[in-house]
């Protein structure tokens, strides 16, 4: 069979297994995504060749939410370099929700982790800017550099987050009493709102996994958006905490860097290859999407693309020039 068959097959199969399957719930502590259709459901691969495959709602719009934190982590390490973000942020699982307290009290407020909302928020004021507005136009650039297109603010969202977000406010406050956050805490706090209410389709985000699969260059515009260098930091700290309290089982049972987000986004990336993207907005209790986890799951399954197999993937790991004519 044909790679690009195989993928093809996989992701048709998949979105078939997993679109009548109930459980889960819109986030609802953010008015705005209380409300999205929770039928919505849309998969897509993107290789490192640039080739596309959807099935479903691969198109519509949703919030990238804490996905958003992996960019942010991205450009913070840019600016700053590996071993001084290791430092300021930390890159260990936390084990605890993604805005828990808890978390950071065990630490000394450190926050352990960039892709919990504590270091997010540490992350975010570690980018460089002269001002909170310069901030967020660097980030919707960096977003938009990963994605390969220009994305955009959803105000709905961002109005209704900025209206809901006084427990992360408190986090920008804990954090800058101890000494973890970089620039003056509610701009901060409000930069990393809005940039969590930027609006992605289902193959941005596989196209964002794509380019942390390739590198840091984006497979379908060939533009760098993250040095080659700080890639294996972030899949690392994907691998760890991506999934929040369920990295480990996600590691376990599937063995591919990952990172979900409120929205019902959900990426995980096969490094050299490919990364696969899914969008449901029903969650589980730990805010990570029901029907993407189980979609993603199958996929990664049928290919055999967990890092941890010792084996031939159905997908060789080859540039889109060769992927798409092996069989020819
Ligand atoms: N904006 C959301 C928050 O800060 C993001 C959380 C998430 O996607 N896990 O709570």
Known sequence: MLASDAIATAVANAWIQAKDTSGGANANYIPALATVDPTLFGISVVTTGGDTFTAGDATVEFAIESISKVVSMALAMDAIGAEEFHGKVGTDPTGLPFNSVMALALHGNKPMSALVNAG??????LIPAESAEHRW?????????????????????????????AHNKGIA?????????????????????????????????????????NGGINPTTQHQAVTADNVPHILAEMTMEGLYES????????????????????????????????????LDERGNSVRAQQAITQI???LNLSLYRNGPRTVIPEPASVLTTIGD
């Open 137 to 165: 136009v660097t980030i919707l650039e960096g977003q938009s550099t990963f994605a390969g297109r220009q994305l955009t603010l959803s105000d709905m969202i961002n109005d209704s987050e900025q209206a809901t977000n």
């Open 300 to 302: 990664t399954r049928t």
């Open 247 to 282: 990295s480990g089982d996600w590691a376990y049972s599937v063995g591919l860097p990952g990172k979900s987000g409120v929205g019902g986004g959900l990426v995980a990336v096969v490094p050299g290859v490919l990364a696969i993207a899914a969008y449901s907005p029903p």
């Open 173 to 213: 406050w804990l954090l800058q009493a101890a000494g973890y956050l970089h620039a003056d805490p509610m701009g901060v706090c409000d930069v990393y709102t809005r940039q969590c209410s930027t609006l992605i389709t289902t193959t941005d985000l596989a196209v964002i996994g794509a380019t942390l699969a």
């Open 120 to 125: 997010a928020m540490s992350a975010t004021s």
